[in-house]
């Protein structure tokens, strides 16, 4: 009798821990009825808040806190491995890794690839029901739609009042951004924080549109300057006359008047999508298929007379482009734009530092951004990504990815990121661009935006998140094969002959069966 009952006592005592919730090591809770039953407005009432020991706390930003007591050490010995598309934010994010190293005592190993290998990585890792890596860039569209069923809903960790909290909860994220990079098909769970939020937008020299302004207005009667009210029908006629007057000798400065990341490749789809969402075009029916996603898009749109036209222009367009055009991914393009050759691209926003770094670029001081140019309305395809924990981690080191997330993903760790020497990115955090010396940053010349480069786009790229500008392009589970298809056909289109109309057939058709529809 004496045994069963220690037995009894023992069972108890086990099932009491693994209610306690998530941690790195055994801590002590209160398991008496009375307390159990406490209302979680009570618990929240009770719970202090104190700031994490982290050095060097920048001020006016939010802090990352945690209930007083809670040992930030105690996952020491830790390590995470975190894989990540090889962005301007990891390199930085990476750079400055030691500060949360030292505070916590995990070791983080950040690796850094192009985006189709990390899709590749992280897939064989979920598949295989492993946790090689406990970290994931979790790409909105490659990632999180086929794989959110891989993630952890992060809400496990934000609802624990005994875990270190959000700083400035869910509330100062980007709304749209997190919808797109934290759930999928439903917001039943979180599965990810914004990270990073790569814009495409339009970068032109400025200093060639100021010397030839008057003279394209004489020809042309109207300005050419960029701005939210071009045209991609102007941009096209700007384009061509630029490279008229390089090839007359009237131009001198550059060598094309555009340049296109239409390389066969993920880039190809995101140049041409821009034309294809501004000409009133989409690729499916579903309206909910850019932001929380889908598991079933509907049929295909690419069929319509809107995607058709847009498809006709793309090829007009990319005939007057730099010829390296169908060559350039992003990279490619941004570095022919750094080298002077061409006047205007369309690319990612945080390819404003490369611009401005006189060791890697010939154009510093020249360049202005805008938004992309309408034709029933201005698209600006939108890039982010978010943070993610895999399914696979186990139980003690869960503790330990969400403390790097909450860290990683903070408004403290953001600016860091946006400062950094090594990288930088633009912030997915409303209250960091309250900061003054942010907001002075964004304007041309100022001693902030040259510590800061990267904000000199940031006031395009706000009007480019605004609901009207944004562009979200599908977020589905077969996303990554209809990706692929998208680019090889639209590939044709430009190099081998293949009408606008056979594409958007091709595509469309392929599309359908992908989807079952």
Same mark, same amino acid.
């Given at each position: 009798m004496k045994k069963i009952l220690i037995i009894i006592m023992v069972s108890i005592l086990m099932v009491s821990l693994t209610l306690t919730?998530?941690?790195?090591?055994?801590?002590?809770?209160?398991?008496?009825?009375?307390?159990?039953?406490?209302?979680?407005?009570?618990?929240?009432?009770?719970?202090?808040?104190?700031?994490?020991?982290?050095?060097?706390?920048?001020e006016g930003l939010l802090k990352i806190q945690a209930p007083e007591g809670f040992d930030w050490k105690q996952c020491q010995g830790i390590t995470l491995n975190f894989i990540s598309e090889n962005t301007t934010p990891s390199v930085a994010l990476e750079a400055d890794i030691k500060v949360f190293e030292d505070v916590t005592g995990i070791t983080v190993n950040i690796e850094q690839a192009a985006l189709d290998v990390v899709v590749e990585k992280v897939g064989l890792d979920v598949n295989a029901k492993s946790s090689k890596y406990q970290l994931i860039y979790a790409d909105p569209y490659q990632i999180l739609s086929k794989h959110s069923q891989n993630l952890i809903d992060l809400n496990t960790f934000i609802n624990n009042p005994d875990l270190p909290s959000v700083p400035g909860g869910l509330e100062d994220f980007m709304a749209s951004q997190l919808e797109v990079c934290g759930y999928m098909n439903n917001k039943d769970a979180l599965y990810a924080l914004p990270y990073d939020a790569p814009t495409m937008l339009l970068a032109y020299r400025t200093d060639v549109f100021a010397k030839y302004k008057d003279l394209f207005h004489e020809e042309n009667g109207y300005d050419w300057t960029p701005g939210p009210n071009l045209t991609w029908d102007q941009f096209y006629e700007i384009g061509s006359w630029i490279n008229g007057k390089v090839a007359d000798g009237t131009i001198t400065e550059v060598k094309y008047g555009t340049g296109h990341q239409a390389k066969q490749y993920d880039s190809l789809m995101c140049d041409f999508s821009n034309v294809l969402a501004a000409f009133g075009g989409s690729y499916f029916e579903d309206p909910n298929v850019g932001s929380i996603? !889908?598991?079933? =898009?509907? %049929?295909?749109?690419?069929?319509?007379?809107?995607?058709?036209?847009?498809?006709?222009?793309? @090829?007009?367009?990319?005939?007057?482009?730099?010829?390296?055009?169908?060559?350039?991914?992003w990279s490619g393009v941004a570095e022919a734009f750094a080298v002077g050759n061409i006047a205007m691209t369309p690319n990612w926003h945080e390819f404003s530092a490369f611009f401005e770094d006189s060791s890697q670029s010939q154009v510093v001081?020249?360049?202005?951004? !805008?938004?992309? =140019?309408? %034709?029933?309305?201005?698209?600006?395809?939108?890039?982010?990504?978010?943070?993610?924990?895999? @399914?696979?981690?186990?139980?003690?080191e869960q503790l330990a990815a969400w403390m790097f997330i909450v860290w990683a993903t903070s408004p403290q760790a953001q600016y860091a990121c946006l400062t950094s020497d090594v990288g930088g990115s633009t912030p997915t955090r409303y209250s960091v661009y309250e900061l003054p010396d942010v907001i002075?940053?964004?304007?041309?010349?100022t001693e902030e935006s040259k510590r800061m480069p990267n904000l000199l786009s940031s006031g395009a790229v706000m009007e480019a998140w605004k609901t009207d500008n944004i562009y979200m392009r599908p977020k589905f589970p077969q996303w990554v094969q209809l990706d692929t298809i998208i680019y090889t056909e639209l590939s044709k289109m430009l190099t081998t002959g293949q009408s606008p109309a056979d594409t958007m057939k091709n595509i469309a058709n392929q599309c359908n069966t992908l989807t079952g529809n």
């Open positions: 919730g998530i941690g790195c090591k055994e801590t002590e809770k209160e398991t008496t009825t009375e307390k159990e039953t406490t209302t979680e407005k009570e618990t929240t009432t009770e719970v202090k808040l104190v700031d994490a020991p982290f050095s060097d706390y920048v996603g !889908t598991l079933n =898009p509907g %049929k295909s749109m690419l069929t319509s007379e809107e995607a058709l036209e847009a498809a006709e222009f793309y @090829k007009k367009l990319i005939e007057i482009a730099a010829p390296g055009s169908t060559s350039w991914d001081g020249n360049v202005g951004w !805008t938004i992309l =140019p309408k %034709k029933v309305r201005n698209a600006n395809i939108y890039g982010g990504t978010g943070i993610s924990i895999s @399914k696979y981690t186990s139980e003690k002075n940053g964004m304007q041309v010349g």
